[in-house]
Protein backbone atom coordinates (compact mmCIF):
# COMPACT_ATOMS: atom_id res chain seq x y z
CA UNK A 1 0.00 0.00 0.00
CA UNK A 2 1.29 3.18 -0.73
CA UNK A 3 2.39 5.25 2.31
CA UNK A 4 2.94 9.22 2.61
CA UNK A 5 5.84 10.66 4.81
CA UNK A 6 3.80 12.41 7.44
CA UNK A 7 2.85 13.77 10.59
CA UNK A 8 2.93 12.26 13.13
CA UNK A 9 3.76 9.02 11.36
CA UNK A 10 3.30 7.60 7.88
CA UNK A 11 -0.23 7.75 5.96
CA UNK A 12 -1.63 4.57 4.19
CA UNK A 13 -3.58 4.58 1.34
CA UNK A 14 -5.17 2.76 -1.63
CA UNK A 15 -5.76 5.37 -4.41
CA UNK A 16 -9.05 3.40 -5.58
CA UNK A 17 -10.62 4.35 -2.05
CA UNK A 18 -9.15 7.55 -1.34
CA UNK A 19 -10.38 11.03 -3.04
CA UNK A 20 -9.01 14.22 -2.75
CA UNK A 21 -11.49 17.09 -1.41
CA UNK A 22 -10.52 20.85 -2.45
CA UNK A 23 -12.59 22.85 -0.23
CA UNK A 24 -13.75 26.52 -0.77
CA UNK A 25 -11.11 27.59 -3.46
CA UNK A 26 -13.30 30.43 -4.93
CA UNK A 27 -13.13 33.68 -6.13
CA UNK A 28 -15.11 35.05 -3.22
CA UNK A 29 -12.54 34.04 -0.67
CA UNK A 30 -9.26 33.79 -3.23
CA UNK A 31 -9.71 37.10 -4.86
CA UNK A 32 -10.60 40.93 -3.87
CA UNK A 33 -13.88 42.23 -3.71
CA UNK A 34 -15.58 39.03 -2.73
CA UNK A 35 -16.37 37.95 0.83
CA UNK A 36 -13.10 37.29 2.37
CA UNK A 37 -12.49 41.25 1.71
CA UNK A 38 -15.60 41.97 3.15
CA UNK A 39 -14.67 40.34 6.53
CA UNK A 40 -11.61 42.41 6.21
CA UNK A 41 -9.06 39.83 5.53
CA UNK A 42 -5.94 40.35 2.83
CA UNK A 43 -6.41 37.90 0.02
CA UNK A 44 -3.02 37.80 -1.29
CA UNK A 45 -2.12 34.74 1.32
CA UNK A 46 -4.40 32.57 -0.06
CA UNK A 47 -3.92 33.13 -4.01
CA UNK A 48 -0.14 31.76 -3.05
CA UNK A 49 -1.50 28.17 -2.84
CA UNK A 50 -3.30 28.55 -5.93
CA UNK A 51 -0.38 26.58 -8.11
CA UNK A 52 0.32 24.08 -5.19
CA UNK A 53 -3.00 22.66 -5.00
CA UNK A 54 -3.23 22.96 -9.11
CA UNK A 55 0.03 20.39 -8.81
CA UNK A 56 -2.15 18.21 -6.00
CA UNK A 57 -5.35 17.91 -8.51
CA UNK A 58 -3.15 17.02 -11.72
CA UNK A 59 -1.56 14.64 -9.28
CA UNK A 60 -4.58 13.28 -8.09
CA UNK A 61 -5.94 13.14 -11.46
CA UNK A 62 -3.37 11.51 -12.84
CA UNK A 63 -3.29 8.17 -10.46
CA UNK A 64 -6.96 8.17 -10.88
CA UNK A 65 -8.46 9.55 -7.37
CA UNK A 66 -11.84 10.56 -7.15
CA UNK A 67 -11.67 14.45 -6.75
CA UNK A 68 -14.29 16.21 -4.79
CA UNK A 69 -14.75 20.27 -5.15
CA UNK A 70 -16.75 22.33 -2.54
CA UNK A 71 -18.35 25.90 -3.00
CA UNK A 72 -19.47 27.67 -0.16
CA UNK A 73 -22.91 29.36 -1.37
CA UNK A 74 -26.27 30.06 -0.84
CA UNK A 75 -29.65 29.63 -2.62
CA UNK A 76 -30.04 32.91 -4.59
CA UNK A 77 -33.30 33.21 -1.93
CA UNK A 78 -30.79 32.82 0.82
CA UNK A 79 -33.32 30.51 2.37
CA UNK A 80 -30.46 28.24 3.10
CA UNK A 81 -28.69 31.19 5.07
CA UNK A 82 -29.21 31.11 8.59
CA UNK A 83 -29.37 35.29 9.84
CA UNK A 84 -26.97 34.41 12.27
CA UNK A 85 -24.67 33.74 9.65
CA UNK A 86 -25.49 36.79 7.93
CA UNK A 87 -25.74 39.38 10.34
CA UNK A 88 -22.12 37.78 11.63
CA UNK A 89 -19.38 40.03 12.02
CA UNK A 90 -20.68 43.94 10.62
CA UNK A 91 -18.71 42.89 7.02
CA UNK A 92 -18.82 45.78 4.32
CA UNK A 93 -20.94 43.29 2.05
CA UNK A 94 -23.07 40.21 3.56
CA UNK A 95 -23.94 37.42 2.40
CA UNK A 96 -26.33 38.35 -0.57
CA UNK A 97 -25.38 41.87 -1.37
CA UNK A 98 -24.48 42.90 -4.95
CA UNK A 99 -20.99 43.03 -5.26
CA UNK A 100 -17.83 43.69 -7.43
CA UNK A 101 -18.08 39.63 -8.13
CA UNK A 102 -22.25 39.50 -7.90
CA UNK A 103 -24.10 38.37 -4.86
CA UNK A 104 -21.70 37.24 -2.55
CA UNK A 105 -21.36 33.83 -1.37
CA UNK A 106 -24.48 33.06 -3.66
CA UNK A 107 -24.65 29.74 -5.87
CA UNK A 108 -24.09 30.67 -9.71
CA UNK A 109 -22.64 33.72 -8.70
CA UNK A 110 -19.65 34.72 -10.94
CA UNK A 111 -18.14 35.14 -7.16
CA UNK A 112 -18.90 31.52 -6.54
CA UNK A 113 -16.73 30.16 -9.18
CA UNK A 114 -13.77 28.29 -8.36
CA UNK A 115 -11.02 30.29 -9.76
CA UNK A 116 -10.78 28.79 -13.27
CA UNK A 117 -6.90 27.30 -13.04
CA UNK A 118 -8.61 24.57 -10.33
CA UNK A 119 -12.19 24.15 -12.25
CA UNK A 120 -13.25 20.97 -11.80
CA UNK A 121 -13.84 18.55 -14.77
CA UNK A 122 -16.05 16.25 -15.96
CA UNK A 123 -16.95 13.48 -13.79
CA UNK A 124 -15.56 15.49 -10.58
CA UNK A 125 -17.53 16.38 -8.11
CA UNK A 126 -18.89 19.69 -6.40
CA UNK A 127 -20.83 20.31 -3.34
CA UNK A 128 -21.90 23.77 -2.61
CA UNK A 129 -22.35 24.05 0.90
CA UNK A 130 -24.33 26.34 3.50
CA UNK A 131 -21.75 26.01 5.89
CA UNK A 132 -18.26 25.73 6.89
CA UNK A 133 -17.88 22.35 7.09
CA UNK A 134 -18.59 20.14 3.27
CA UNK A 135 -20.57 17.57 5.80
CA UNK A 136 -23.38 19.99 6.70
CA UNK A 137 -26.59 19.80 4.67
CA UNK A 138 -24.74 18.39 2.05
CA UNK A 139 -24.65 14.82 0.48
CA UNK A 140 -21.03 14.59 0.52
CA UNK A 141 -21.01 11.73 2.95
CA UNK A 142 -23.71 9.15 0.86
CA UNK A 143 -21.97 10.41 -2.11
CA UNK A 144 -18.15 9.38 -0.77
CA UNK A 145 -19.48 5.94 1.00
CA UNK A 146 -21.59 4.87 -2.45
CA UNK A 147 -17.51 5.30 -3.62
CA UNK A 148 -16.23 3.49 -1.20
CA UNK A 149 -14.19 5.87 -0.23
CA UNK A 150 -12.30 5.82 3.27
CA UNK A 151 -9.50 8.17 2.95
CA UNK A 152 -9.53 11.88 2.52
CA UNK A 153 -6.82 14.20 1.04
CA UNK A 154 -8.01 17.21 1.80
CA UNK A 155 -6.75 20.95 0.64
CA UNK A 156 -8.21 24.41 0.22
CA UNK A 157 -8.93 27.45 2.35
CA UNK A 158 -9.15 28.34 4.90
CA UNK A 159 -7.29 26.27 7.15
CA UNK A 160 -8.75 27.10 10.71
CA UNK A 161 -12.76 27.42 8.85
CA UNK A 162 -13.95 25.39 6.26
CA UNK A 163 -11.07 22.97 6.05
CA UNK A 164 -10.84 22.35 9.84
CA UNK A 165 -14.07 22.12 10.12
CA UNK A 166 -14.75 19.97 7.21
CA UNK A 167 -11.76 17.51 8.51
CA UNK A 168 -13.20 17.36 11.88
CA UNK A 169 -16.62 16.13 10.30
CA UNK A 170 -14.93 13.95 7.82
CA UNK A 171 -13.22 12.41 11.31
CA UNK A 172 -15.77 12.04 13.14
CA UNK A 173 -17.69 9.91 10.59
CA UNK A 174 -14.77 7.53 10.38
CA UNK A 175 -12.53 8.88 7.06
CA UNK A 176 -8.71 9.13 7.54
CA UNK A 177 -8.27 12.33 6.42
CA UNK A 178 -4.77 13.79 5.63
CA UNK A 179 -4.47 17.94 4.93
CA UNK A 180 -2.20 19.38 2.80
CA UNK A 181 0.31 21.49 4.00
CA UNK A 182 1.25 23.80 1.59
CA UNK A 183 -2.05 23.25 -0.26
CA UNK A 184 -4.39 25.05 2.56
CA UNK A 185 -4.14 28.96 3.63
CA UNK A 186 -5.22 31.28 5.60
CA UNK A 187 -5.40 35.21 6.14
CA UNK A 188 -4.04 34.02 9.44
CA UNK A 189 -0.65 32.54 9.43
CA UNK A 190 -0.43 31.99 13.25
CA UNK A 191 -4.13 30.21 12.99
CA UNK A 192 -2.74 27.75 9.94
CA UNK A 193 0.13 26.70 11.94
CA UNK A 194 -1.94 26.29 15.43
CA UNK A 195 -4.53 24.35 12.87
CA UNK A 196 -1.96 21.75 11.53
CA UNK A 197 -0.19 21.34 15.02
CA UNK A 198 -3.92 20.78 16.55
CA UNK A 199 -5.24 17.97 13.78
CA UNK A 200 -1.74 16.10 14.15
CA UNK A 201 -0.99 16.41 18.08
CA UNK A 202 -2.39 13.40 20.22
CA UNK A 203 -1.17 11.12 17.82
CA UNK A 204 -3.23 12.17 15.00
CA UNK A 205 -6.41 13.52 16.90
CA UNK A 206 -8.01 14.58 13.82
CA UNK A 207 -6.02 13.01 11.09
CA UNK A 208 -2.43 13.39 9.55
CA UNK A 209 -0.44 16.39 8.04
CA UNK A 210 2.02 16.68 4.96
CA UNK A 211 3.74 18.85 2.47
CA UNK A 212 2.60 18.34 -1.33
CA UNK A 213 5.98 16.99 -2.28
CA UNK A 214 5.58 13.87 0.03
CA UNK A 215 1.99 13.37 -0.91
CA UNK A 216 3.91 13.11 -5.07
CA UNK A 217 6.55 11.06 -3.54
CA UNK A 218 4.04 8.29 -2.23
CA UNK A 219 3.09 7.31 -6.10
CA UNK A 220 5.73 8.53 -8.55
N1 LIG B 1 -13.66 33.57 6.76
C1 LIG B 1 -12.94 32.48 6.58
O1 LIG B 1 -11.79 32.38 7.00
N2 LIG B 1 -13.47 31.44 5.90
C2 LIG B 1 -14.77 31.29 5.48
O2 LIG B 1 -15.64 32.10 5.74
N3 LIG B 1 -15.04 30.20 4.68
C3 LIG B 1 -14.09 29.23 4.36
O3 LIG B 1 -13.14 28.98 5.09
N4 LIG B 1 -14.24 28.61 3.18
Not at 69 to 77: F, Y
Not at 105 to 112: A, E, F, S, Y
Amino acid sequence: MPEIAARPYAYSFEPTTTALVVIDMQRDFIERGGFGEALGNDVSRLAAIVPTVRDLLAWARAHRLRVVHTREGHRPDLADCPPAKRLRGRPSLRIGDAGPMGRVLVDGQPGNDIVPVLAPRAGETVIVKPGKGAFYATKLDVLLRSQRITHLILAGVTTEVCVQTTMREANDRGYDCLLVEDATASYFPEFKQATLAMVHAQGGIVGWTAPFAAVRASLP
